[in-house]
């Protein structure tokens, strides 16, 4: 059964800094690994999708990477700003199926 | 157009209620999904439409009721809902079923039980 971990489970961080999020996957026959952005209340937004033959994808101050081998995916956001506020989700496609497998998110908060 | 949408917003509902949730895409996608998520939990998957066609249920209980008119419309019928169900619910496209596509997210619905 997969299963989908994030780490850390919250980080706060000042304006302006680098930071690394984490996703571990247990079962690394996937089709894809996509990480989303969800503010308080509201529904997810597409950040990235890395598929299963990619190493990494980029996005603005975002980069995706992706080791399918060991079962790992970071996110990692440059120059920080307190907009990114909000909670990151990765998931992973599980089998041909399509259906997404999520972690818990990393609540981030990035201070003034 | 990358857009889910989704109406209402918030739904406040008695347990004997029937209610509906609308979910509708414009971007010619052939899979809709329904997710539900509880507070501080990740989405769950409930129901995927392929095609117009229910593909999964993911033992969702009867109470809950998905209907899929045409390719752009997905509706999830409400009845005799209980408490525990108050959750926001979430609604998901793709261009298919098949695990490459990305998936899209509405904004969702609040819904609350009373």
């Known amino acids: 059964k997969q299963e989908v971990t994030q780490i850390p489970a919250a980080l706060s961080v000042p304006e302006g800094e680098n930071l690394v999020l984490n996703c571990s996957f247990t079962?690394?026959?996937?089709?894809?690994l996509q990480w989303f952005r969800q503010d308080p209340g509201k529904g997810l937004t597409s950040l990235l999708l890395?598929?299963?033959?990619?190493r990494e994808q980029t996005s603005g101050r975002l980069n995706a990477s992706l080791d399918k081998s060991s079962g790992r995916s970071t996110l990692y956001i440059a120059a920080s700003q307190p907009g990114d506020s909000a909670t990151y989700l990765c998931?992973?496609?599980?089998?041909?199926?399509?259906?997404?497998?999520f972690g818990k998110g990393t609540k981030l908060s990035v201070k003034p | 157009d990358t857009e889910v949408t989704q109406t209402p917003k918030h739904l406040v509902m008695g347990m004997t209620n029937k209610k509906s949730l609308k979910c509708e895409q414009h971007?010619?996608?052939?899979?809709m999904y329904w997710y539900k998520q509880k507070a501080k939990k990740p989405p769950e998957l409930m129901f995927v439409?392929?095609?117009?066609?229910?593909?999964i249920n993911e033992s969702v209980p009867s109470r809950f009721s998905p209907e899929c008119p045409n390719s752009s419309l997905l509706n999830l019928h409400l009845h005799a809902l209980q408490p525990e169900d108050s959750a926001l619910y979430l609604c998901?496209?793709?261009?298919?079923?098949?695990?490459?596509?990305?998936?899209?997210f509405g904004p969702g619905t609040r819904l609350t039980v009373t």
């Open positions: 998901a496209s793709s261009h298919g079923r098949t695990g490459i596509y990305e998936q899209y």
């Open positions: 079962d690394s026959a996937i089709y894809n």
């Open positions: 890395i598929q299963s033959s990619q």
């Open positions: 439409y392929s095609y117009e066609k229910l593909s």
């Open positions: 998931a992973v496609r599980r089998g041909s199926q399509g259906n997404l497998i």
């Open positions: 971007m010619g996608h052939r899979a």
